[in-house]
């Protein structure tokens, strides 16, 4: 009786475990059917009501009339290090808004505007273009999808694309990768501004 009772224990265990990790690995696991064309235009309303559009291009996205090179952060109001990032985020937004437009989609929560203002926005002066929109998910979909990301995600994540395409990054993880497509975890503005650079010379 003790052997079942410690098996069915064991199992509930296990079943919960991998619930998480299947809510969290979905994100790479999307059918063809429900990812976008090339040329539809998603429509994003900031927190704070302020509109832009990104294009869907052949392998990426892009800003819609706009060359400027697009970021796309993956990050949760409760993540710790997306916290910390915020406000130098958003110092380097402010310094390059000629050149860079940072979008930060909210991941993992179901979460009011109004609440993303007063407890991540006004807390950590993060007032970049942040989308708490249902299509937040959907585009998150497709980018891991376009950059081979098979991992489950973790937060925060960044991409980042010139003319509708992923750009190589620096690893800001310290490992043997040179190059990656994505940031993992917390990243320093110097690093962003390095790699930034060498973008813009590049093209």
Do not use: W
């Not at 503005?189 to 813009?200: A, F, H, R, V």
């Amino acid at each position: 009786m003790k052997n079942i009772k410690f098996i069915a224990l064991f199992l509930a265990l296990f079943l919960a475990l991998s619930g998480c990790s299947n809510d969290e690995s979905n994100t790479t696991q999307t059918s063809q059917s429900n990812l976008y064309k090339t040329g539809d235009e998603i429509e994003l309303t900031s927190i704070i009501g302020s509109k832009a559009t990104i294009i869907r291009t052949e392998s990426g996205f892009k800003l819609k009339d706009s060359d400027k090179i697009l970021m796309l952060d993956i990050f949760g109001t409760y993540c710790a290090p997306c916290q910390k990032e915020a406000p130098h985020l958003m110092d380097f937004q402010l310094k390059n808004a000629d050149k860079f437009m940072i979008i930060g989609l909210i991941h993992f929560e179901d979460i009011s505007d109004e609440y993303v203002l007063e407890n991540f926005s006004k807390k950590y002066n993060a007032y970049y273009f942040i989308s708490n929109s249902k299509e937040n998910s959907k585009i998150i979909d497709q980018a891991l999808n376009d950059i081979g990301y098979n991992r489950a995600l973790s937060i925060p994540f960044k991409v980042v694309l010139k003319d509708g395409k992923y750009q190589n990054l620096s690893d800001n993880l310290g490992g043997t990768t040179t190059q990656n497509k994505f940031y993992l975890g917390e990243v320093s503005t110097n690093t962003i501004s390095q790699d930034i650079d060498k973008i813009l010379n590049a093209n």
